[in-house]
């Protein structure tokens, strides 16, 4: 059975830093891309950042990119969101979500999927 | 960026009877070299993540009653329920992986009983 367990979430005052994790088993975590996805409080879902099943590809949404960083760590099963420079509207529960496959690379350009599994949500709230 | 809309945003349906949500993209989520629409459903009930109903636009996740279907091509979308139950209660979302990594969501439908 695929699970996935976000950790790392809480307060932070604005202009601070979190990192958030998510351990994953039940599959063969290398063999699969794996993204960020959050929710502002009463709001929709916002897609952040994914990555490739290598970790050899990155991508951002506009609205992260420069101040987060993900990344995945193959031997320990664990994909990361290294959040800096955190802003107010960065508060949300913060969800991991694992794509079907691999990511599609070609061409310089990678290809991702739908979410065919989530984690539970951790919440970061960006306050002072 | 390609942008999606669902309607309405709320939904208020008898028990046993249909619901049906749309899904309007801003331009075609079809893939034409393997005919496939790249768009899925998601379901989320309060306090839960969301859940895979529907990928490729019509093919039910593992699991999913049947009474959930998918439906539509190109730009426009539909999530039928054909006999609500109380469980379905939830926030309905469509997105597209058509354009990955940059893919989007619509911005919810909630679905209420009558």
């Known amino acids: 059975e695929v699970q996935l367990v976000e950790s790392g979430g809480g307060l932070v005052q604005p202009g601070g830093s979190l990192r958030l994790s998510c351990a994953a088993s039940?599959?063969?975590?290398?063999?699969?891309?794996m993204s960020w996805v959050r929710q502002a409080p009463g709001k929709g879902l916002e897609w952040v950042s994914a990555?490739?099943?290598?970790?050899?590809?990155?991508y951002y949404a506009d609205s992260v990119k420069g101040r987060f960083t993900i990344s995945r760590d193959n031997s320990k099963n664990t994909l990361y969101l290294q959040m800096n420079s955190l802003r107010a509207e960065d508060t949300a529960v913060y969800y991991c979500?694992?794509?079907?496959?691999?990511?599609?690379?070609?061409?310089?350009?990678?290809?991702?999927?739908?979410?065919?599994?989530w984690g539970q949500g951790t919440l970061v709230t960006v306050s002072s | 960026d390609i942008v999606m809309t669902q309607s309405p945003d709320s939904l208020a349906v008898s028990l046993g009877e249909r619901a049906t949500i749309n899904c309007k993209s801003s331009?075609?989520?079809?893939?034409?070299?393997?005919?496939?629409?790249?768009l899925a459903w998601y379901q989320q009930k309060p306090g839960q993540p969301p859940k895979l109903l529907i990928y490729?636009?019509?093919t039910r996740e593992s699991g999913v009653p049947d009474r959930f279907s998918g439906s539509g091509s190109g730009t426009d979308f539909t999530l039928t329920i054909s006999s609500l139950q109380a469980e379905d209660v939830a926030v309905y979302y469509c997105?597209?992986?058509?354009?990955?990594?940059?893919?989007?969501f619509g911005q919810g439908t909630k679905l209420e009983i009558k």
């Open positions: 997105q597209q992986y058509y354009s990955t990594p940059l893919n989007s």
């Open positions: 490729w636009a019509s």
């Open positions: 039940g599959f063969t975590f290398s063999s699969y891309a």
């Open positions: 979500a694992k794509d079907p496959f691999d990511a599609y690379c070609s061409g310089g350009s990678c290809y991702f999927w739908y979410f065919q599994h």
């Open positions: 331009q075609s989520v079809l893939y034409s070299s393997n005919n496939k629409n790249y």
């Open positions: 990555i490739s099943g290598s970790g050899g590809s990155t």
